[in-house]
């Protein structure tokens, strides 16, 4: 298969982390560029990146490049572009358009031009909630065109059905936990586990579950597209492990979903989830690992003045119950990271969430 360059994408400030990841997974000559990861693939590394891949947003394909100095230009090239060998004639397409210091400045206008020359050159209709993405960059004059691969984006990993207030997105969590030196090999545990996303992540890392094998994927629309490649990706068995991985949290809601979600993802029989006070947190029978925990932040959920006591009392029990575990901390507040008091707290560069910006925080106890 002809080799093109993928494009992994991931919150700023995280590209290291998931380069770390797609280098892992066996691609080479990997770099991390503002927004995301590039490497170089065939279709087949397309599918197995959105099948494997647990920090990615989402995998874009660059089909092609071409200069174009006004639209007529742009038509006309856009319709010579080989439509026919990536997309299905009767399935909607999408374009998204964006333009920087090039003489074709008005993005709406180069858009509906590369629409145009899609569904005059092979008939796809435009438009639609599941329409494959065409996304259009044009920066100092030169086209870029690249395809949406993944369609819905990868947090959705389609087992998780049940979330609770202000969720951490699994490829985040994924991120995280990564920066963190987690590498599956090790017990991990969340005293306020919400919907159980760090434990069950860990669970499917340890075992070895892709994280993409309850979904689908928009390049299942595309021409070229092999079934059986894709099957045989998904009927991959789990890894027997020895490894435990544990939530806790004081709502009896979240550990009703933590454990269903748990049972969705196939990792019921080593995840453990139970109702309880971050005060009444106890060190499970295991060796050392990671404590990851996404806490209130008081700008969305309760009152922050209220959480300094919460986070100490958290701090408290972590340095009484965990010596020699990992803690990471994400929360938007650094006042309230240094209320735990703990050891050697450092953190890292702040990232989007949710609307907000937060941090990591980490610390070796």
């Given at each position: 298969?002809?080799?093109?360059t993928?494009?992994?994408?991931?919150?700023?400030?995280?590209?290291?982390?998931?380069?770390?990841?797609?280098?892992?997974l066996?691609?080479?000559?990997?770099?991390?560029?503002?927004?995301?990861?590039?490497?170089a693939?065939?279709w087949q590394?397309v599918?197995?990146a959105?099948m494997w891949?647990?920090?990615a947003?989402?995998?874009?394909?660059?089909?092609?490049?071409?200069?174009?100095?006004?639209l007529?230009?742009?038509?006309?090239?856009?319709?010579?572009?080989?439509w026919a060998?990536v997309?299905r004639s009767?399935?909607?397409v999408?374009v998204?358009a964006?333009?920087?210091?090039?003489k074709?400045?008005?993005?709406?206008a180069?858009?509906?031009r590369?629409?145009?020359?899609?569904?005059?050159?092979i008939?796809?209709?435009?438009?639609g909630?599941?329409?494959?993405?065409?996304?259009?960059?044009i920066?100092?004059?030169?086209v870029?065109?690249?395809?949406?691969?993944?369609?819905?984006?990868?947090?959705?990993?389609?087992?998780?059905?049940a979330?609770?207030?202000?969720?951490?997105?699994?490829?985040?969590?994924?991120?995280?936990m990564?920066?963190?030196?987690?590498d599956?090999?090790?017990?991990l545990?969340?005293p306020?586990?919400?919907?159980?996303?760090?434990p069950?992540?860990?669970?499917?890392?340890?075992?070895g579950?892709a994280?993409?094998?309850?979904?689908?994927f928009?390049?299942?629309?595309?021409?070229?597209?092999?079934?059986?490649t894709l099957?045989d990706?998904?009927?991959?068995?789990?890894t027997?492990?020895?490894?435990?991985?544990?939530?806790?949290?004081?709502?009896?809601?979240a550990?009703?979903?933590?454990?269903?979600?748990a049972q969705?993802?196939?990792?019921?029989?080593v995840?453990?989830?139970?109702?309880?006070?971050?005060?009444?947190?106890k060190?499970p029978?295991t060796?050392?690992g990671?404590?990851?925990?996404?806490?209130?932040?008081?700008?969305?959920?309760?009152?922050?003045?209220?959480?300094y006591?919460?986070?100490?009392?958290?701090?408290?029990?972590l340095?009484?119950?965990?010596?020699?575990w990992r803690?990471g901390?994400?929360t938007?507040?650094?006042s309230?990271?240094r209320?735990?008091g703990?050891?050697?707290?450092?953190?890292?560069?702040p990232?989007p969430h949710?609307?907000?910006k937060?941090?990591?925080?980490?610390?070796?106890?």
């Amino acid at each position: 298969m002809t080799k093109m360059t993928l494009f992994a994408v991931c919150p700023p400030g995280l590209e290291d982390v998931l380069l770390a990841e797609v280098t892992s997974l066996g691609w080479s000559g990997a770099q991390a560029i503002p927004g995301g990861v590039e490497f170089a693939g065939d279709w087949q590394d397309v599918w197995r990146a959105n099948m494997w891949l647990r920090g990615a947003t989402r995998i874009l394909a660059r089909l092609g490049s071409f200069r174009a100095f006004h639209l007529a230009q742009l038509d006309k090239r856009a319709r010579k572009f080989d439509w026919a060998s990536v997309l299905r004639s009767y399935v909607p397409v999408k374009v998204e358009a964006t333009s920087r210091r090039s003489k074709i400045y008005h993005a709406g206008a180069a858009k509906q031009r590369v629409e145009r020359a899609i569904s005059e050159t092979i008939g796809a209709p435009i438009g639609g909630d599941d329409a494959i993405g065409i996304k259009v960059r044009i920066e100092d004059d030169l086209v870029t065109i690249s395809l949406d691969t993944s369609g819905e984006s990868l947090h959705k990993r389609g087992h998780k059905e049940a979330v609770g207030k202000a969720p951490m997105r699994e490829t985040l969590a994924a991120l995280f936990m990564r920066s963190c030196g987690y590498d599956g090999q090790e017990p991990l545990l969340d005293p306020m586990c919400g919907s159980g996303t760090f434990p069950i992540e860990a669970a499917e890392w340890a075992m070895g579950l892709a994280p993409g094998r309850a979904r689908s994927f928009a390049f299942e629309q595309l021409a070229g597209f092999e079934a059986e490649t894709l099957a045989d990706m998904r009927a991959l068995s789990p890894t027997p492990i020895p490894l435990r991985f544990f939530g806790s949290d004081r709502n009896a809601g979240a550990i009703q979903m933590a454990q269903a979600n748990a049972q969705r993802a196939g990792v019921q029989s080593v995840t453990s989830f139970e109702q309880a006070a971050i005060s009444d947190l106890k060190r499970p029978d295991t060796a050392p690992g990671l404590v990851m925990i996404n806490p209130p932040y008081g700008a969305r959920i309760g009152n922050k003045k209220l959480l300094y006591g919460l986070y100490g009392s958290m701090g408290q029990v972590l340095m009484d119950q965990f010596q020699g575990w990992r803690v990471g901390i994400v929360t938007s507040d650094t006042s309230l990271a240094r209320a735990t008091g703990l050891p050697r707290l450092k953190n890292g560069a702040p990232l989007p969430h949710g609307g907000l910006k937060v941090r990591l925080f980490q610390s070796q106890l």
